[in-house]
């Protein structure tokens, strides 16, 4: 099994930065897909960023340009940069991945990190 486990958030200024953590442990051999998902208050949880074992990156649109992902494999560690961050960033930011085991995928997600941006 994998664990993952958040760090890095906080409250910031409109226009500042934020870097998030996600420590992954356990079996971090099995891990393909790892991915960044935010949830605001009344709001579904989104996909914001994702990065495959073979660095392909994606965004939503709304983070394009602001955002970076990466991950450090050595590290058993993902990244997600946030510059220019703005007050509809605000959400908890969840680290995702997927993962394998005898032959069949499974999803592990983190506790959850808060972000804030004030305006």
């Known amino acids: 099994q994998v664990q993952l486990v958040e760090s890095g958030g906080g409250l910031v200024q409109a226009g500042g930065s934020l870097r998030l953590s996600c420590l992954a442990s356990g079996s971090t051999f099995s891990i393909d897909t790892m991915a960044w998902y935010r949830q605001a208050p009344g709001k579904q949880r989104e996909r914001v960023a994702q990065i495959t074992s073979g660095g392909i990156r994606d965004y939503v649109d709304s983070v394009k340009g602001r955002f970076t992902i990466s991950r450090e494999n050595a590290k058993n560690t993902m990244y997600l940069q946030m510059n220019n961050l703005k007050p509809d960033d605000t959400a908890v930011y969840y680290c995702?991945?997927?993962?394998?085991?005898?032959?069949?995928?499974?999803?592990?997600w983190g506790q959850g990190t808060q972000v804030s941006v004030s305006s």
């Open positions: 995702y991945c997927r993962a394998w085991r005898r032959g069949e995928s499974y999803d592990t």
